[in-house]
């Protein structure tokens, strides 16, 4: 009799520790986040810069914000491991892939990661710690579980956990309702929707067939470059209205301008030619331009 052919699990290729650490806990969407969070409590620490008093502030800040962050995004990914699987993007991600078993060790580890974020943040400063598990929150519960699969609305909503990383920067250093922070904050929620439609536009077979409702997967591309377009312009003219703040004024302006141009002008590209390689250049502009604005509006409040 011919042997019977018995089914062996493939292993888990062997991947450095460092390298599913990165992909596991969202490390370079992490470091954009504590961009805008430093930039918060910048904008809203002073006069304290001046003496140096906000320091060891942002120091804690960097602490819990990567903390809650990355643990946020293991869960985010534990909850998701089914549908990444499906996904040519994302299903070389450590859970899908075998990298993280069994993978309810990133459930554990990314709650405990948030919990310990939180207990710091809140021995630190109690409105810190509100602001970094409203945005654990709004991302875990409100982006993943209850609008990702099921509306088109779901990373206009969700762009709130961004917000609440400038937030938390503010909440820092003891001022999270400084109106400066506040704008960046409202920048940073214009601003996702045009970054990550950007995304799905090139992804968006791989968006349907996982079952996600994202908008390029919903409308036209064309259709889909018109909403990009309105929050690029959104996300623009916030960024150029923060100028009126008298410690940023005419220096961040001109700092800006010439990022911002180019960002319209790669929207408007998008526009006439909504292409998946189109689309890519714009996502990969969207990135670059959040971390120059804050980066100019750090650079014009700082004392001199």
């Known amino acids: ?31 954009l986040l504590l961009v805008v969070a430093v930039g918060g409590a910048v904008l809203a620490a002073d006069p304290w810069l001046n003496h140096g008093a906000a320091w060891p502030d942002v120091l804690i800040l960097l602490l819990t914000g990567t903390l809650s962050a990355g643990g946020a995004s293991a869960i985010n990914q534990y909850l998701e491991q089914d549908l990444d699987a499906r996904m040519r993007r994302t299903r070389k991600r450590p859970l899908p892939a075998g990298q993280v078993r069994p993978p309810v060790w990133a459930l554990v580890l990314g709650s405990g990661m948030v919990a310990l974020a939180l207990l710091v943040a809140a021995w630190h400063r109690p409105q810190l710690a509100w602001a970094e598990a409203a945005g654990a929150f709004i991302y875990v519960v409100v982006y993943t579980l209850a609008l990702k699969r099921r509306t088109i609305t779901n990373i206009v909503i969700g762009g709130a956990a961004g917000s609440a990383a400038v937030i938390s920067g503010a909440a820092a250093v003891g001022r999270w309702n400084a109106p400066e922070a506040w704008a960046l904050a409202g920048l940073v929620f214009l601003w996702t929707p045009s970054h990550f439609w950007s995304l799905s536009l090139v992804y968006k077979d791989d968006y349907a067939r996982a079952g996600f409702p994202m908008l390029p997967v919903k409308v036209a591309p064309r259709t889909a470059a018109r909403w990009v377009a309105v929050h690029t312009l959104g996300s623009v003219a916030v960024a150029l209205l923060m100028a009126l703040f008298p410690r940023l004024g005419w220096p961040y302006a001109a700092l800006i301008a010439l990022p911002s141009a180019y960002y319209v002008h790669r929207t408007l590209r998008l526009l006439r030619e909504p292409t998946a390689a189109q689309a890519m250049r714009l996502f990969h502009t969207s990135n670059l331009y959040l971390a120059v604005v804050t980066l100019a509006a750090v650079l014009t409040a700082l004392p001199g």
């Open 1 to 31: 009799m011919p042997e019977q052919a018995t089914s062996v699990a493939a292993p888990a290729p062997r991947v450095a520790w460092w390298r599913t650490a990165v992909v596991l806990f969202k490390l370079r969407v992490v470091v």
